[in-house]
């Protein structure tokens, strides 16, 4: 043991003095502060958007609320609106389905450039709307990609790995002194590896210790220890795996150029070569949909339905919502012409919803060729695995759907029993309009 | 110098682990140029069979009214190119669905990186990922060690007293690497070139023959500099972790941080904000919708004094196609004014970005590579331009229709035959000239050029000065 401290020890001084290794540890460093930086300030971003529309919407209730104290149905320059009526109520009541940013975020900023994490829902929303498009960002910078802390890990650590590594023992052998290490009567395997525990110990520390950092600052320490944990693990995990592999190349190396040529092979074969294999494989395979399922379900069909006699709308809204048969407009022999037009969203969100169902499942299926290719496509795994854990993977987003899902079908069957049992709103319905929207985000 | 280049490709030639490898290399280069094609021709069928989907149900509408058509609107869906089979740019990031109808100019949705789990941050295995990340390395394993080891078993000196200057030394050395370079550049390009050459046009002629004069100069950047590296560094390894270093720095650093940076500077607004500036000034014009606002009543008044009537039922016109027409040209400006402005932003990002071809040739080479190959930024504005332009001769013709169709203002049931709406055209997009995309470009060429330059000054200067041991 002793005689592996003396090994690290004379490694640190072998740094030490190496310029170029010191530099390249510094700009590592950098940019892991860089990423970890852009990170946060994302975080910061989406959270100041979240909370100024959750103001816009404190703004929309008073404003309504007004209304009914003031006994007026609505704004005065627009006469026709009355938001006594379930349909003009439930419009003014704020539905914003958020995905709350997780404070993990700063590790991994994953595909949240890439998604819309806030979306206006109104009973004829479908979770495909145009308005839950990613923000506006240039489209070439996000080709390019962001320098954030992951990117930092998945594909500049390996680097900075083989900056640091790629002449340990292949420095010996291009001068010839190797077998001077073997006279010492030094094991070489373990000699190696107390050479490599020492960058991996220096890297690890210095990960670890600006991942501390940053979740201090945003309370994931606190808020999502478990998931901090597990991420650092991963951290370990992954940088294990790159120092195996480069030991073997350097205890099999003959030198320090053919150890640096082998090891920047591996990663980009590892890096680029597969990861772009995979992708344009899964693109061969599933080529980009033009969504034309969705687009007509959301026009065609819907505008099929707008044309249907009321008779014929009523009932197919009776099969999808048996219980509409048991309140006053059901239990009505003449229907409302205005009640079933305001009704037809509970057709067209089912349709919508079928639509939105066969695109996710072949979403999945794309996912599922990915997800197969991991046992040969480790970076990639390593990759979505961290996004997951900051909820910034296809799933998360997925979550968020569903959560938009959800929200859009409250509002229709709201919308729906309260226009077929004729309610009349008043403030207090309408606050808890509010209340029963605002929740679902908190599920 | 002619000898030492021929000796050297030779040379290359005679390891035989280089030619096992650049066969592999010939062999993948021709699968991916191929794969690339396959996708390309795949996605082409199924935008064309989208494309006609939706003309098709366009085509269908019968005793519609106008207004009524105009909200039910079109899609466009986003084209690929033969071209960016090469170098797929921006298309995965970009969305390729774009609605066209009345009262509003939507933005391309439904991006394929949208649709899945993330794979790749660099790209799908296209020949642009092996032309721009692989080739290059490749010539640095081959160019590293081309003077030092020459230096170390004492053969620069041989040659030298024969009565080569180490200047044709270095240059040549970094010459027949650089030809390695281009041979499988032109595997590629002739790859390309065979695989879709019903496609090919002038315009398209012009756009491989500049594709691979970038690809070469870059090539020429890489070699040149990784020998001069090799002729002036001590060591095989010190030549060969300098070449590394810069090849990280240009092709994984510098993009992604000058990019954030670029992004910085030039902030876009965030998705709430551009929506609602949109809508308050929207808000402050003519609507439509809304007889009794009170621009509709202004409008109003100058059309009863242009027609001099003085009501709307003397009108030999409907004016409800004349108020929405009118409030559509409202929108128009407004639509103008905000996707004018980002669009202004992302053009200062993209100058700001060609700057760091300064210090960095790869971002000329990526930018021009993207921009050749048709998927760019510049060529997506175009798209979105012309889809634009095509909504609003669309909705005008639908307007003029419900205006100056024979009806009055207030008949609501004013509809229009399906041979009416058979007889607006399709949306067609054209893709725009190198000769007009070129301009926006001269920045790029200009550095890559200017790099080309300075390096072979630099090395023609200073390779005197070397020591030969």
């Known amino acids: 043991m002793k005689h592996l401290i003396t090994i690290m020890q004379n490694e640190f001084r072998h740094f030490a003095r190496s310029t170029f290794k010191i530099i390249s540890l510094f700009l590592f460093i950098v940019a892991a502060i860089y990423g970890l930086q852009n990170g946060y300030t994302l975080l910061k971003k989406q959270k100041e958007e979240i909370e100024s529309i959750k103001n816009k919407n404190k703004l929309t209730i008073n404003e309504v609320t007004v209304w009914y104290d003031a006994g007026k149905k609505g704004p005065d320059d627009k006469p026709w609106i009355d938001v006594t009526t379930p349909v003009r109520a439930i419009w003014y009541a704020p539905a914003v389905a958020f995905k709350e940013p997780s404070e993990l975020i700063p590790f991994s900023i994953g595909q949240a450039e890439q998604y819309g994490y806030y979306k206006q829902v109104t009973n004829r929303s479908s979770t495909m709307d145009a308005d839950l498009a990613e923000e506006i960002a240039n489209p070439e910078r996000l080709m390019t990609g962001t320098l954030d802390f992951s990117f930092a890990i998945l594909y500049l650590l390996p680097v900075l790995s083989i900056i640091l590594l790629f002449n340990i023992g292949g420095l010996e052998k291009d001068l010839s002194f190797n077998k001077l290490i073997e006279i010492n009567n030094i094991n070489n395997k373990k000699w190696l590896l107390a050479r490599f525990g020492f960058y991996f110990f220096l890297l690890i520390s210095l990960i670890i210790l600006l991942m501390f950092t940053y979740a201090l600052l945003t309370g994931a320490l606190t808020e999502l220890a478990g998931n901090f944990i597990r991420f650092c693990m991963l951290i370990v995990f992954y940088t294990a795996l790159w120092f195996g592999a480069f030991y073997f190349i350097n205890l099999k190396g003959k030198g320090s150029a053919g150890q640096a040529i082998k090891m920047v092979s591996l990663w980009i074969i590892l890096c680029i070569v597969i990861p772009g294999t995979v992708h344009q494989l899964v693109t061969l395979k599933y080529p980009a949909s033009y969504m034309t399922d969705f687009l007509d379900a959301s026009r065609e069909e819907t505008y099929k339905i707008y044309d249907l006699p009321s008779d014929n709308i009523a009932q197919q809204l009776l099969t999808i919502y048996p219980q509409l048969a048991h309140t006053q407009h059901g239990k009505d022999t003449l229907k409302n012409e205005l009640i079933i037009g305001n009704s037809t969203s509970g057709i067209t969100n089912q349709l919508m919803k079928n639509a939105v169902k066969k695109i996710e499942n072949i979403n999945e299926n794309k996912n599922n060729f990915i997800r197969n290719s991991y046992f040969f496509n480790p970076v990639s795994w390593f990759q979505n695995k961290m996004n997951s854990l900051s909820e910034t993977d296809y799933d998360a987003y997925y979550r968020y759907r569903q959560t938009i899902q959800q929200m859009i079908d409250q509002k229709v069957e709201i919308q729906l029993m309260d226009s077929w049992n004729k309610v009349k709103v008043d403030k207090e319905r309408f606050l808890r309009y509010v209340d029963t929207f605002s929740n679902i985000n908190k599920k | ?469």
């Open chain 2, 1 to 469: 110098m002619k000898q030492i280049i021929i000796n050297e490709l030779k040379m290359l030639f005679r390891v035989r682990v280089l030619v096992y490898l650049t066969a592999l290399f010939i062999i993948t280069l021709i699968m991916v140029t191929w794969s690339g094609s396959a996708q390309t021709s795949q996605q082409q069928q199924q935008q064309q069979a989208a494309g006609e989907h939706v003309r098709e149900q366009w085509e269908s509408i019968d005793n519609m009214n106008p207004h009524s058509a105009a909200h039910y609107g079109s899609y466009v869906f986003k084209p690929v190119t033969s071209l960016s089979s090469i170098d797929e740019g921006i298309n995965s990031i970009t969305g390729n669905v774009l609605r066209l109808e009345g009262h509003m100019q939507n933005e391309i949705i439904y991006s394929e990186a949208s649709q899945t789990l993330s794979v790749s941050k660099f790209g799908k295995l296209k020949p642009s990922l092996l032309l721009q990340y692989i080739i290059p390395l490749l010539l640095i394993f081959l160019a590293f060690a081309s003077v030092s080891s020459e230096k170390e078993t004492g053969r620069l000196k041989l040659l030298v007293l024969q009565g080569a200057s180490l200047r044709s030394v270095i240059f040549s050395k970094a010459i027949s690497v650089w030809m390695y370079g281009l041979l499988l550049l032109a595997v590629t390009v002739a790859g390309q070139m065979i695989i879709n050459s019903q496609g090919i046009g002038k315009d398209s002629l012009i756009r491989i023959t500049l594709l691979s004069l970038v690809y070469s100069a870059y090539y020429y950047i890489i070699t040149l500099l990784s020998t001069w590296f090799s002729a002036r560094l001590k060591t095989n390894t010190a030549s060969l972790s300098s070449m590394l270093g810069l090849w990280l720095l240009w092709t994984i650093f510098l993009p992604r941080i000058w990019g954030n940076t670029t992004d910085k500077l030039y902030p876009l607004p965030s998705r709430q904000n551009f929506t609602a500036a949109m809508q308050e000034d929207r808000s402050q014009g003519l609507d439509g919708h809304n007889p009794s606002d009170k621009r509709s009543e202004e409008f109003k008044q100058q059309t009863l004094a242009k027609y001099k009537v003085t009501s709307l039922q003397d009108l030999p016109v409907n004016f409800d196609g004349l108020r929405m027409q009118a409030d559509e040209e409202y929108g128009n400006a407004v639509w103008d004014k905000h996707f004018g402005n980002n669009y202004g932003l992302l053009q200062k990002q993209k100058k700001f970005y060609q700057l760091s071809g300064i210090i960095n040739p790869f971002a000329s080479l990526q930018s021009t590579g993207m921009a050749l190959s048709g998927s760019d930024m510049h060529h997506h504005l175009d798209f979105l331009q012309q889809a634009e332009n095509y909504r609003r001769t669309l909705i005008k013709t639908l307007n003029d229709q419900h205006a100056f169709g024979g009806s009055k203002t207030g008949e609501r049931a004013q509809k229009e035959n399906n041979q009416f709406y058979r007889s607006i055209s399709q949306f067609e997009y054209k893709m725009p000239s190198w000769k007009l995309i070129s301009i926006h470009y001269v920045t790029d060429f200009l550095l890559l050029a200017i790099w080309v330059l300075a390096i072979t000054i630099i090395v023609f200067t200073t390779s005197k000065k070397i020591k030969l041991a």
